[in-house]
C-alpha cells in the first residue's frame, strides 16, 4: 500500500508497514536499537491503537481510515535546547500537506504540536529524542493526520474528510507529508532557521490576535512570538511573559 518514495532524496526509502501497531514512535524507538538502522526509515500504521500524544493524551484512531507515522531522523546538527525546530519541521510539514487537498479551508499550527482545521484538530505530533551529550542524535517524529475517519467523540477534532466531504487516498497523502517534511527538514539543516520561524509565525494560530488561556486562571493574550527554545512568548495585561510546555492551555 506504501510503496518507497521516488520522489524524496532520503525520507521514505525505506517504509515499514504495521496493518495494527500499538504505537508507531514505540517501533520506531526500538528501531533505534538496532545498528543497521538508518535515518529516514518510515514505520506507518494501518491501526495504531495505543498512539500516545501531548499532555500524556491517547491518540484515537479508526482502522485504514487516517495516516499514523513514525519518521527517524539523525539531526546531530542541532543542539538539544533548538529541539523546537523540529516541532517546527513536522508542524509546517502537516499544515502544508493538509491545506493543499482541502480546498482553501482554515489550516493552522497550534502551539507546541496540533494542526487545526477550521479551528479542531486534525492532526497531532509528537517527537522523541535521544541526546548525545549536548546534541541531538536520533529524533523520532510521530504523526497522526485524521483522514477519512467519520467520528471521534469529541467536539474539538475533525478530519479532513469531515472539511471537504469526500475521500482521500492515504497512499498519496502519505507520498506529500513525506516530501513536505524532508523539504522542510533540508531547509533547517541548511541554517535556515529564521525563515522556518517566519513560517511557523505566519501560520500559528492565535497568532497577533487576542484570545482566552488559562493557567490557575483565564487570562486574554496574544502571541507575540516562539522563542528558539519552543517558549510561547505572549503580551498579556501583566506585560510579556513566557509559557513552557503544559503551562498554558487554549480556550477556544
Known amino acids: 500500500m506504501y510503496k518507497i518514495l521516488a520522489k524524496a532524496l532520503f525520507l521514505g526509502k525505506e517504509v515499514i508497514y504495521m496493518p495494527s501497531c500499538h504505537s508507531t514512535n514505540d517501533i520506531a524507538l526500538q528501531m533505534l536499537k538496532k545498528p543497521d538502522t538508518r535515518e529516514g526509515l518510515v514505520i506507518i500504521a ?3 491503537t495505543s498512539g500516545r500524544g501531548q499532555r500524556g493524551n491517547s491518540w484515537k484512531s479508526d482502522p485504514d481510515s487516517n495516516l499514523t507515522l513514525s519518521v527517524i531522523l539523525k539531526p546531530n546538527f542541532l543542539q ?3 529541539q523546537f525546530y523540529l ?12 491545506q493543499g487537498c482541502v480546498d482553501g479551508q482554515d489550516v493552522k499550527v497550534k502551539w507546541p504540536n496540533d494542526v487545526l482545521l477550521r479551528e479542531k484538530k486534525v492532526a497531532g505530533i509528537l517527537i522523541e529524542n535521544t541526546l548525545q551529550k549536548n546534541s541531538i542524535q536520533w529524533a523520532v517524529l510521530g504523526i ?36 513536505s517534511i524532508e523539504y522542510y527538514y ?3 539543516k541548511s541554517g535556515k532557521r529564521e525563515e522556518l520561524r517566519e513560517e511557523y509565525l505566519q501560520h500559528l494560530f492565535g497568532f497577533q490576535q487576542f484570545r482566552n488561556y488559562r493557567t490557575e486562571y483565564v487570562f486574554s493574550g496574544k502571541i507575540i512570538d516562539v522563542a528558539e527554545t519552543g517558549k510561547l512568548i505572549m503580551e498579556t495585561t501583566k506585560g510579556v511573559q513566557s509559557f513552557d510546555f503544559k503551562e498554558v492551555e487554549f480556550l477556544y
Not at 87 to 98: C, D, E, F, K
Not at 168 to 175: A, G, K, M, N, Q
Request: charged share 20%; hydrophobic share 45%.
Open 46 to 48: 494501518g491501526h495504531q
Open 80 to 82: 538539544a535546547a533548538d
Open 87 to 98: 516541532n517546527m519541521v513536522a508542524s509546517l510539514a502537516a499544515q502544508r500537506t493538509i
Open 144 to 179: 497522526g493526520v485524521n483522514v477519512n475517519q467519520k467520528s471521534f467523540g469529541l467536539e474539538k477534532a475533525t478530519s479532513m474528510s469531515q472539511a471537504v466531504n469526500k475521500l482521500f487516498d492515504l497512499s498519496i497523502l502519505f507520498e506529500k507529508l513525506i516530501e
Open 186 to 188: 533540508l531547509r533547517l
